[in-house]
């Protein structure tokens, strides 16, 4: 195991208290981007430099089986409650039971973070911030956070689905997903439920560094295919989905 980084003690900021508030009474949150950055304490330079990990992503051949192209990388990390960050040994991607019906006792083995991508400025202060967040749904020392970036391609023959099993829980505590570019895309439309259909939020992420956030044990979401917005032209929608679960 790889240690990324050493303890700290944290203050809620404004941002990450008004995301308590907001995950404590409705069960989802965007955060936008100002307060993301301000919480990430980056600037459009240090947005670029982490959007450039995306064009080393790895095709996602289990997706590919299901008629979507999609690309992506997987990282397993350990944080503790003081922040220590701790990167895992690399091993298959698997859901927990009842949440994903696609891939039901299917090990899924990814390529992992390159390198450069644990070592981003972004990345530690990035999963810090979601495990303050998270604090406001478990009392938890520990918790268990895994990466994944994706990016979604379509064409006008192939739509691009980021959620091809439609709306679902992914059987964790925080599900969080930052939007890092679109280009020349339409649709990829993210929307929160309750159990019971009742809507808890619908938004587009258009805007680098929007952040949305949501309580897994109350909610389930999902994403609308993406669509090219010039016919002639490929579609990508890259994002970030980070979870988190009390260990």
């Not at 289990?62 to 999609?70: D, K, P, Q, S, V």
């Not at 994944?148 to 689905?161: E, I, L, W």
């Not at 949305?212 to 295919?225: A, F, I, W």
């Amino acid at each position: 195991m790889d240690h990324v980084a050493n303890d700290r003690t944290s203050t809620p900021t404004a941002p990450v208290t008004a995301a308590h508030d907001a995950l404590v009474s409705t069960g989802a949150y965007v955060m936008p981007p100002a307060h993301v950055s301000e919480c990430l304490g980056t600037d459009e330079h240090g947005w670029a430099a982490f959007a450039a990990h995306w064009e080393e992503l790895a095709p996602d051949a289990y997706a590919a089986e299901r008629g979507t192209r999609r690309l992506r990388r997987y990282g397993h990390f350990r944080l503790s409650r003081t922040g220590e960050l701790t990167l895992l040994p690399h091993i298959a991607f698997v859901q927990p039971e009842d949440t994903n019906p696609l891939y039901v006792d299917v090990d899924r083995h990814f390529e992992p973070l390159t390198d450069a991508f644990v070592a981003d400025p972004l990345l530690t202060p990035l999963l810090r911030m979601l495990g303050d967040v998270a604090a406001c749904l478990d009392d938890a020392g520990e918790w268990d956070v895994k990466v994944h970036p994706f990016r979604v391609v379509a064409s006008t023959d192939s739509q691009g689905a980021p959620t091809p099993e439609g709306m679902h829980r992914d059987g964790v505590t925080l599900v969080t997903s930052l939007l890092i570019g679109r280009e020349n895309a339409t649709g990829g439309e993210s929307t929160v439920h309750h159990p019971d259909g009742s809507e808890v939020l619908t938004t587009t992420l258009s805007e680098r560094g929007t952040l949305l956030l949501g309580d897994d044990h109350r909610t389930l979401h999902g994403v609308s295919p993406v669509r090219p917005a010039d016919p002639a032209r490929p579609a990508h929608r890259d994002v970030l989905v980070t979870t988190l679960t009390a260990r």
